[in-house]
Nanobody, 124 residues
């Protein structure tokens, strides 16, 4: 079982950058694929990025491809989302999630553990 806690959100101007961190506590972090998702009020939670247990496989939503980078440090039990060239439409609560599988996945329903979320607001 894992507990996850996000940090690094905040207010940034369009074109700026933020780095989100996800700290995990619990055993066998390197047995989990990790994902980042985001949600705005009134909409479903949407996939942003996912990474396999080794970090060798990464997938991104088309809307963030080329701007966001997902990474992980298994020794530190951390996952990260580097967000560059931010746009106002990136404004959302961002969640990290863990899936008890070695394989990355874009479906939020396949993730068992979630953080509490961190707000990212991009002003125009």
């Amino acid at each position: 079982q894992l507990s996850l806690k996000e940090s690094g959100g905040g207010l940034v101007q369009a074109g700026g950058s933020l780095r989100l961190s996800c700290a995990a506590s619990g055993r066998d972090f390197d047995s989990y694929a990790m994902g980042w998702f985001r949600q705005v009020p009134g909409k479903e939670r949407e996939f942003v990025a996912t990474i396999s247990w080794t970090g060798s496989a990464k997938y991104y939503a088309d809307s963030v491809k080329g701007r966001f980078t997902i990474s992980r440090n298994n020794a530190m039990k951390m996952a990260y989302l580097q967000m560059n060239s931010l746009k106002p439409e990136d404004t959302a609560v961002y969640y990290c999630a863990a899936r008890p599988s070695l394989i990355a996945d874009t479906d939020p329903g396949r993730y068992d553990y979630w953080g509490q979320g961190t707000q990212v607001t991009v002003s125009s």
